[in-house]
């Protein structure tokens, strides 16, 4: 395979990734926004805060974390709530991929946004690859909204196989719950407990969630930095934890630039003023934190 910017090959194992740069030098820009379907003011404001930034730095992708479509999943308010505030970014072939959040699967146990081309879901957990990012979507309604565990079981069946296959140099999961929260739903012990170790053996550098309508970064948790990514429409008051970087109840989403050594994270509110930056490097050389933290 024909490798660009000058040549310059990128190889891991017996995969290879095109290397393409993005407009702002970087090798994949994508977005992420959660808890985004009003269909209101406030979520319009914030799509067109994320069209602003598309015109600074294209992206490719936009991962939504879930609770796409409120209060209860219903397919027929598509257009209000996603077709129409995202129309600008949907006209320039940008892929949305989605997630399932809690008020998802009210309705039909949200097959139908499952089946919608829009969400470009493989199924309720999938996983793509986008130059040297493997990005794997989790359905964590199974775990946290559901009594009968078994599907969550194979979920997480599927999900430690597709990681053991992986020869992605970055790894980027997101679901709707979060592991680490000071927002108002909270930590969900549970996903630590299944979770977190799997991402400390497999080099996950990154968890991306909605479901707490705020934005939230913690310090890495043994090599893992968490990213509430909630705010896209509602707001709701977030607090402070030992394992906070920075927390903010304000609108806005989340823009990521992928290099081959760091991904840069921003949050922008709806001015498209960045609010918390960080760069976080490939090796995960900074573990601040150890896993299994008490949640309290």
Do not use: C
């Amino acid at each position: 395979m024909s490798l660009g910017l000058g040549g310059f090959a990128a190889a891991v194992g017996r995969r290879y990734w095109t290397r393409t740069p993005a407009g702002n030098g970087a090798l994949l820009n994508f977005m992420a926004a959660g808890d985004v379907g009003t269909g209101a003011e406030e979520q319009h404001a914030v799509a067109q805060a994320m069209i602003q930034r598309q015109r600074m730095a294209a992206s490719a992708l936009v991962l939504l974390t879930g609770d796409n479509i409120y209060e209860d999943g219903e397919i027929e308010k598509i257009d209000r709530v996603f077709e129409q505030p995202y129309a600008d970014l949907l006209r320039q072939n940008i892929k949305f991929y989605a997630v399932l959040g809690n008020h998802d699967i009210r309705t039909n146990n949200g097959e139908d946004q499952v089946s919608y081309p829009g969400y470009n879901m493989a199924g309720r957990y999938y996983t793509f690859t986008r130059q040297f990012v493997q990005f794997f979507a989790l359905d964590t309604t199974q775990a946290i909204d559901s009594d009968d565990k078994s599907p969550w079981m194979a979920q997480l069946d599927w999900f430690e196989t597709e990681l053991r296959r992986s020869q992605a140099p970055w790894k980027i999961v997101f679901a709707h719950h979060p592991l680490y929260s000071s927002g108002s739903h909270g930590s969900h012990q549970s996903l630590i407990d299944e979770l977190s170790p799997l991402f400390a053996e497999h080099g996950v550098q990154l968890y991306i969630n909605g479901h707490d309508h705020n934005y939230e970064r913690t310090e890495p948790i043994d090599g893992t930095t968490y990213i509430t990514s909630g705010n896209g429409a509602k707001l709701r008051p977030v607090d402070r934890s030992v394992w906070t970087a920075t927390a903010s109840s304000q609108l806005g989403f989340t823009a990521f630039s992928v290099f081959a050594d760091r991904i840069e994270v921003k949050a922008i509110d709806t001015n498209n003023a960045a609010y918390d930056e960080v760069s976080i490097g490939l090796h995960r050389a900074q573990r601040t934190f150890a896993a299994g933290l008490a949640i309290g």
